[in-house]
């Protein structure tokens, strides 16, 4: 248990449904990340949010649309996904203002149908 | 743009049989690198973070080292459950996010 909670753990959706994937973390911490991993690819960072803030996105395709309502929770709203979408979706939290580790949770495995 | 690069990508090792995982470095202004440990459909378990060059860090049959441009993970006597892919990252001036290598896939057969 990192303290970084994902849920659901699997997801399946068709191309034109609308799915959302929920993030919680309970370690304090003031920045929270979406990354994609695909395989064999590396991890990808798709946003980050802090202090709330979204301070980047990483040139995401906008049917993934993100939403951090406070600092400890942040949602990633999927809509009109493609096959190629497919992938676990991770997401993380660190400290803002200090050079530390980040901690991962143990990622949504989606897949477009 | 910060680059890593970590080989090889796929390492078998019989148990015991000693060896080192490499992970490269472009990065501006180095605040910290970072070694996880993924298993299969888990997200990444934080191993390491190191800060400074010659800086090196321990836990049990892992040893992390660093240099100005490159990192290594040393596994001394490996065991079948040190299995799995091993990722290493970065963190420079342009923010507190990572950027991750492709990671090497450790196989340790008994």
């Known amino acids: ?87 676990l979706y991770l997401c993380a939290s660190s400290h803002r203002d200090m050079d530390t580790e980040a901690f991962f949770g143990q990622g949504t495995r989606l897949t477009v149908v | 743009e910060d680059q890593v690069t970590q080989s090889p990508e796929a390492l078998r090792l019989q148990e015991g049989e000693s060896s080192s995982l490499n992970c490269s470095y472009t990065v501006s202004g180095l605040r910290g690198l970072f070694w996880y440990r993924q298993d299969p459909g888990k997200g990444p378990e934080f191993l390491f973070t190191l800060y400074s060059a010659g800086e090196e860090k321990e836990k049990e049959r892992l040893k992390a080292t660093l240099t100005k441009k490159e990192s290594f993970l040393h596994i001394t006597a490996p065991k079948p459950e040190d299995s799995a892919t091993y990722l290493c990252a970065v963190q420079g001036n342009a923010g507190n996010m990572l950027t991750f290598g492709g990671g090497t896939r450790l196989m340790v057969k008994p």
């Open chain 1, 1 to 87: 248990e990192t303290g970084v909670t994902q849920t659901p753990r699997h997801l399946v959706m068709g191309m034109t449904n609308k799915k959302s994937l929920k993030c919680e973390q309970h370690l304090g911490h003031n920045a929270m990340y979406w990354y994609k991993q695909s395989a064999k690819k590396p991890l990808e960072l798709m946003f980050v949010y802090n202090f709330k803030e979204q301070t980047e996105n990483n040139s995401v395709p906008s049917r993934f649309s993100p939403e951090c309502p406070n600092s400890s929770h942040l949602f990633l709203h999927l809509h009109t996904l493609q096959p190629e979408d497919s992938a």
